[in-house]
């Protein structure tokens, strides 16, 4: 006989990393185009962790994939968590730098169709919701938040 602790399972969930490269109070944002997931809207450069990766690792790599700077990790601050309750749950990483090596170019044409600085203080309307309350976050020094509802 199986107890109710036998069945109980653990969540699993998708971790991703997003990382906000900030220049004189602007964030860089891009368009999201072909992915089947927000298409239209503003984001970050993001992706998942891979296997045997920090999240630090993960934020150098996805933002070199994307645009094609690179970043040295003693430049590169843990921001935030958010564990977010949408479509999927999942837990996000959110990273800032400020310095960098390279000019952001748009490494990723078929997935994005636009990179944007844009102020802090007023992004676009269609920038991504859990990515403008990140962002919200940060600027009052909030570490944490729950997004969403299942």
Not at 55 to 64: P, T
Request: aromatic share 8%; proline share 5%; net charge negative.
């Amino acid at each position: 006989m199986t107890s109710a602790l036998d069945k109980q399972m653990h969540a699993k969930l998708p971790v991703a990393v997003h990382i906000f490269l900030l220049r004189d109070e602007k964030v860089l944002l891009l368009r999201r185009q072909n992915t089947g997931y927000e298409d239209g809207n503003y984001g970050v450069p993001a992706g998942h962790l891979d296997g045997n990766e920090t999240v630090i690792e993960a934020a150098i790599r996805e933002v070199r994939e994307e645009v094609g700077v690179s970043i040295d990790a003693e430049h590169l601050k843990v921001v935030g968590i958010m564990h977010r309750l949408s479509q999927e749950e999942r837990i996000d990483f959110f990273c800032a730098v400020t310095a960098w090596f390279g000019t952001p170019t748009n490494r990723e044409p078929g997935k994005c169709d636009q990179l944007l600085w844009s102020s802090v203080n007023t992004l676009p309307q269609n920038t991504i919701p859990y990515i403008r309350k990140a962002l919200e976050n940060t600027a009052q020094n909030m570490w944490f938040e729950e997004f969403g509802s299942p």
